[in-house]
């Protein structure tokens, strides 16, 4: 089997297509969806289309989601994160608002094998940034793979016992082989809004009979994104951020 791991999708159309196009030449039999469809960008309604159509065999909702659908009031959020909720809120066909309201938290376990939850196990909203973060984590963890996002930032932790270790990405495709006997805890990085200093958009695909999980870094015409989040409305510091990758 192998699972298209996808997460922080953030209304971006432009890089959906251009990773589902990527991911397509080499295949893939389920689709998991980690959160954060939308929010920041300008295609809302094109992007929960097409997530839909997939369709995902597991998928839970991120923070923007619950903001955009008026499940949470956006109060954490910054400035240009909540206007963008709200013209979000306000773009959505009723049918996806909701889809959004409906989507389940995480974390949530995918065939025995794989874990996925958006921010961290125990709170959703919570980022996982470094090691002790991590290693938090892996301890309520329920299966030896596990996929996380919203941070936006592609990493690969992994541990045996009290050896602990992490891997930054930085490859257009970095394939990271499953040692037995370890836990792995992975972000396959943002597909719609990358801060890892890197602008094209990630993704990962795991086969679980090789035990390998690809990960995957693509060029998608970023200027058609930046150009229709301006032609919207949202802030401008929106559409300049997706081509630093910050
Ligand atoms: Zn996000």
């Given at each position: ?28 039999d ?35 989601d ?29 049918e996806?608002?909701d889809y ?26 919570e ?120």
């Amino acid at each position: 089997m192998r699972y298209l791991v996808l997460s922080d999708i953030h209304a971006n159309l432009d890089a959906l297509d251009a990773v589902l196009a990527s991911a397509a030449t080499e295949g893939w039999d389920k689709a998991l969806v980690l959160g954060d469809l939308v929010g920041y960008g300008a295609d809302p309604n094109g992007v929960i289309a097409k997530v839909r159509g997939l369709p995902p065999a597991a998928i839970i909702r991120g923070n923007h989601d619950k903001a955009a659908c008026g499940v949470d009031d956006a109060s954490t959020f910054n400035p240009a994160a909540r206007l963008a909720a709200q013209w979000t809120y306000e773009a959505l066909t009723p049918e996806h608002r909701d889809y959004l309201r409906a989507l389940p938290a995480g974390p949530l376990v995918i065939d025995g094998r794989v874990e996925i939850w958006h921010g961290a196990p125990e709170d959703e909203d919570e980022y996982i940034f470094d090691g002790p973060d991590a290693w938090q984590a892996l301890e309520m963890a329920r299966t030896s793979l596990c996929f996380f996002g919203h941070t936006h930032v592609a990493v690969v932790f992994h541990r045996a016992g009290d050896r602990f270790e992490a891997i930054v990405p930085e490859q257009a495709e970095t394939v990271v082989r499953l040692e037995r006997g370890r836990q792995w805890l992975i972000n396959p990085g943002s597909v719609g809004q990358p801060r890892d200093g890197d602008p094209r958009a990630a993704y990962a695909v795991y086969d679980d009979l090789t035990e390998v999980v690809v990960m995957r870094r693509i060029t998608y015409p970023v200027a058609t994104a930046q150009e229709k989040i301006v032609a919207a409305g949202l802030p401008a510091a929106l559409a300049n951020r997706l081509s630093a990758g910050r």
